[in-house]
């Protein structure tokens, strides 16, 4: 009798240690899953940056909900929380948190700027 219980808690501990392992590398995916979708969006951020047309501006979509975006003029660099990408051109000083939709426009003497809209 004491070998059925042993066996059954035997097997109960094995199930709640599979179950944690499960749940911790889960965890681990959506993680690094959230840090992929930062990557991506300051990737677009910098692209914009290099791209946007001179006298233009362009409108992007934030796919994040909460986030924040620093634009650094002197590193020339754009970074979301964790997740930094470089650009070439001379821009604006940014700290934006959890816009939907930033402006990114570019003036006559080549000058960027972004902004929360």
Do not use: C, H
């Not at 501990?13 to 590398?25: G, K, N, P, Q, R």
């Not at 930062?38 to 233009?56: F, K």
């Amino acid at each position: 009798m004491i070998d059925w219980f042993a066996s059954k808690i035997s097997m109960l501990i094995f199930t709640a240690v599979a179950l944690s392992l499960l749940l911790l590398f889960l965890g681990a995916q959506l993680s690094a899953f959230d840090f992929e979708k930062r990557v991506r969006a300051a990737e677009d951020v910098a692209q914009l940056i290099n791209t946007v047309p001179i006298n233009g501006n362009v409108e992007y979509e934030m796919k994040l909900d909460k986030y924040n975006l620093v634009i650094n003029a002197k590193n020339k660099n754009v970074s979301i929380d964790t997740a930094t990408r470089n650009f070439f051109v001379n821009t604006n000083e940014a700290d934006i948190s959890n816009a939907k939709i930033l402006e990114i426009a570019k003036n006559s003497t080549g000058y960027v700027s972004v902004s929360a809209k």
